[in-house]
């Protein structure tokens, strides 16, 4: 409590400070940062250690009554000025371990750190899109906190997008009402207007809206591939960089399926609600609570157990997404934006260390295998064998590690690098030593609290890990900057090409080649009929 007040009497002052000219930290005049005009109305933040914040800032209007499963409009316009100095809330998602905290359909904000002392500056922007299987997470979880990796001279930008069924749901009807006869991928329109949003205000926080940068992990990987795609997106981001992010994988995460096929999908979420027979089935599911919604999907975290329910994800529908990402890339229709990619090295023990998987059994892991490898059934099964159901676990690790999360970053390495752009392969290896660490290794999402410079000491992070941080953080800020990580003292990394060159980001940094080379090549003869 005591806290709240003192921000609160600082936001005051510096209002004061604003119109009397009292606070030199504030500023005075139109193109000071602190109070900031947007194209909706004025905000207010707070500074703090050099860094501007910014929390909880709409870039569009409630996805709420009629608007929701429709794509997101502008937010409307406010008077007098907005107090931005907490986060807005998540989006709903089935209870998990992520710190999101308050859950509401009214969640389409974003958050804005920034060093600028004014509009003029012109400092490179970074956009970050969150992971969470397109069912749960936050722009507003610790981690990601971008006041650390703002200090690096790049504005910081964190956003929510609509989750599960709230952002991912195709129905007939919705589809029929739709202009351009499609329905899903409500979440990835969130993303285009997020960055709409930033290209029209990112200006007034001292950024340049010609040079953006957008990063994400896992599905906010997935994101950034799927946004390198989409039409809708082209001229609204200059570079990328996509972490952990697999587009193809055995069968333990749903591909992406076409309108028709998801159709059906949200069919079984109508009828799960007790909708389907209605007289009007869209008008009785937008009635429906969040809760109910939530409980209709059955949806369970799968780092817990197999997911059960639903599964709503992005849409092949023709029109956002005109066709499969894999397709799309070999044939070098993605937007030319200089690239990152890369992977960790036990991406898959997540998913298997911590019990998902242990309920699989030999027969079901072949079974699996057989159904997605087919005439290369026996090859991946001799590169990864469990003769017991006590190996399947770390057979699927495995397998998912070097198959699913390595591979497809270097088909999209080779793919960019084929129209002369450049692209920047990397592997995290460093293994935190963690509670996690110990138990999972370089585990899915472990290089985070290194890219945002957000490490807990009494975790047990130590200087070694400090200075792998400061080291990522100026990879990824000179990229978004310039376009190449490389310069300054550390080592160099080489753009992706012959030899599938890469850069090992571990206990110490170096360059390799030929990373999971066999394994690559067999998924990519398997998903992308050979090499690119």
Request: aromatic share 10%.
């Amino acid at each position: 409590m005591k806290k709240r007040a003192r921000l609160a009497a600082l936001v005051v002052l510096c209002v004061a400070a604003l119109t009397f000219g009292l606070l030199p930290g504030c500023g005075t005049g139109s193109k000071s940062i602190g109070v900031i005009k947007l194209d909706s109305g004025q905000i207010s933040g707070l500074r703090q250690d050099g860094i501007w914040t910014y929390l909880g800032i709409p870039y569009a209007k409630p996805p709420v009554g009629n608007l929701r499963w429709k794509p997101p409009e502008a937010p409307q316009p406010w008077s007098g000025t907005r107090e931005c100095i907490k986060f807005g809330p998540s989006c709903p998602q089935a209870p998990s371990d992520e710190q999101v905290g308050k859950t509401s359909e009214d969640c389409l904000y974003l958050n804005v750190w920034t060093p600028a002392n004014s509009s003029s500056e012109k400092l490179p922007v970074m956009v970050w899109i969150h992971g969470g299987a397109f069912a749960e997470g936050s722009g507003s979880e610790p981690v990601y906190n971008g006041h650390n990796l703002s200090k690096q001279d790049v504005i910081v930008v964190t956003i929510n997008y609509r989750l599960g069924p709230f952002g991912f749901l195709a129905y007939p009807a919705l589809s029929k009402e739709s202009p351009h006869g499609v329905s899903g991928n409500y979440g990835l329109m969130d993303q285009v207007q997020a960055l709409k949003w930033v290209k029209k205000n990112i200006e007034a926080f001292g950024g340049n809206p010609a040079d953006v940068t957008i990063f994400g992990e896992s599905a906010g990987a997935m994101s950034v591939d799927l946004l390198m795609v989409i039409p809708q997106a082209k001229g609204l981001f200059s570079r990328a960089i996509s972490e952990s992010g697999p587009q193809w994988h055995f069968g333990f995460l749903p591909s992406l399926s076409d309108l028709n096929e998801a159709e059906k999908t949200g069919g079984q979420l109508a009828t799960a609600l007790g909708c389907s027979n209605a007289a009007d089935p869209l008008a009785a599911m937008r009635a429906k609570t969040s809760d109910e919604l939530i409980a209709a999907w059955g949806w369970t975290e799968q780092k817990v157990s197999p997911p059960t329910g639903p599964q709503f994800f992005p849409v092949v529908d023709g029109w956002l997404l005109p066709g499969q990402p894999t397709t799309l890339f070999k044939d070098g229709k993605q937007h030319n934006v200089p690239l990152i990619i890369g992977s960790n090295k036990d991406d898959g023990t997540v998913f298997g260390g911590l019990g998902a998987l242990n309920k699989v059994t030999t027969a079901e892991y072949q079974s699996l295998i057989q159904a997605n490898a087919g005439a290369s059934t026996p090859e991946v099964l001799k590169m990864f064998p469990a003769g017991t159901d006590a190996q399947v676990p770390a057979a699927q690790s495995d397998l998912m590690t070097q198959m699913d999360f390595a591979s497809f970053p270097r088909f999209v390495a080779a793919s960019v690098a084929k129209t002369k752009t450049k692209a920047f392969l990397y592997q995290f290896m460093r293994v935190p030593p963690t509670e996690m660490g110990a138990q999972l290794g370089a585990y899915h999402g472990s290089e985070l609290p290194y890219v945002f410079g957000n490490l807990d000491t009494s975790q047990g992070y130590n200087q070694t890990d400090q200075d792998l941080s400061k080291a990522i953080m100026a990879y990824w800020t000179r990229f978004a900057k310039t376009g190449s990580p490389n310069g300054g003292d550390q080592t160099d990394w080489p753009s992706y090409g012959p030899g599938d060159r890469n850069l090992a980001l571990g206990d110490r940094i170096a360059t390799n080649s030929g990373l999971y080379r066999a394994q690559i090549d067999l998924a990519q003869k398997i998903y992308a009929g050979g090499k690119p």
